[in-house]
């Protein structure tokens, strides 16, 4: 079999022709370079860290079995990307559609009691910015961030799949086709009615650019402020660093609430009478808050819920705080913290 030199580098080359013959090493070589890349694909296709992962391992089965199929026609970029988008479709098809609380139901009354969890694991999961790296671009980030992936969600998952591929990873109109099996008109077709979709539901202006504007100091500060004023059970605070439309949304309980008259009840009913200790990290490319609530049975705070925080202007337009703790292992933070 006769692979272009074109589409391989002589590297590529080598640890192809090694893999070819079994050595695992030089597939791990091969497709290294591409799995942080390939884990936020998945991850941006299915909304869960968890089935991201889960996706990604079937990709790589898949790769290693079709090596020798694979004729070097396009880059392994290339390559690996088209099984990713396939596994990741073949997922889509098994479970229900991940969304946001915001897009599952009519937010709270004031003074509305937070509902039980739904039965279902339906709810996006939030995904640690540090998963894409340090050298992660704006336009990476970007692409993570909760309300674009909450807007693909609502997508066809072959529309999403074209948005992504097109949009997002710089595949040809053609490449994108022959990935998905499909026709150019097609493609161009999905591409059109996924990009009118998803600029209906996303802000103006992404949470980069949002950050951006405000400029580092700012946030770090708007965050410690966040921070102190929940430790504190301070709510007239709280409520003074929140736009007037806020969300505050708490996956995979069922309740949401809207505006700062909700909040506020919420806040004052709720989690601020209790006592919280917080660790700063980051999620899908924005501020991110690890909340740990007492427990007086375990003498300790125990990892409650993970707020990612989007922000607008100065101020903080959403919090989604998600509860469900299968999340919290992604962050490789601790469960517990002592007082």
Not at 21 to 36: F, K, N, T
Not at 104 to 117: C, L, S
Request: aromatic residues 8%; proline residues 6%.
């Amino acid at each position: 079999m006769t692979i272009p030199t074109s589409a391989l580098d002589a590297r590529e080359l080598r640890l192809l022709e090694a893999a070819r013959s079994g050595d695992d090493d030089a597939y791990r070589l091969l497709v290294e370079p591409h799995r942080r890349e390939l884990h936020a694909h998945c991850y941006r296709m299915l909304a869960s860290v968890h089935d991201a992962e889960d996706a990604l391992q079937d990709t790589l089965l898949r790769a290693w079995r079709g090596l020798p199929r694979f004729e070097g026609r396009s880059s392994l970029r290339t390559w690996l990307y088209t099984i990713a988008t396939n596994a990741c479709l073949r997922a889509v098809a098994k479970r229900p559609k991940r969304l946001l609380a915001q897009d599952a139901g009519a937010p709270a009354f004031v003074g509305e009691t937070p509902g039980r969890p739904l039965t279902e694991e339906v709810w996006i999961e939030p995904y640690p910015t540090d998963e894409l790296g340090p050298d992660a671009s704006y336009e990476q980030r970007e692409s993570m961030e909760l309300a674009f992936t909450a807007a693909l969600q609502l997508l066809p998952a072959q529309q999403r799949a074209v948005l992504l591929l097109r949009q997002v990873l710089g595949f040809s109109a053609q490449e994108t086709a022959a990935a998905l099996d499909t026709s150019v008109a097609g493609v161009n077709s999905a591409l059109q009615r996924a990009r009118k979709a998803v600029d209906e539901r996303v802000p103006a202006q992404s949470q980069q650019a949002a950050l951006q504007t405000l400029g580092d100091a700012k946030v770090r500060e708007l965050v410690a402020r966040y921070v102190d004023a929940m430790e504190s059970g301070d709510v007239d605070v709280v409520v003074e660093l929140l736009v007037e439309d806020v969300t505050w949304a708490m996956p995979p309980a069922q309740t949401w609430y809207s505006g700062l008259a909700s909040v506020r009840r919420f806040l004052a009913d709720w989690p601020l009478k209790h006592e919280w200790r917080h660790t700063v990290t980051s999620a899908n490319g924005q501020p991110a808050v690890l909340c740990y609530f007492w427990e007086e049975e375990r003498d300790a705070f125990v990892l409650h819920a993970v707020d990612v925080l989007s922000i607008r202007g100065h101020r903080i337009a959403a919090v989604d705080a998600f509860l469900d703790p299968n999340v919290y292992a992604a962050f490789g933070a601790p469960l517990e913290l002592p007082r």
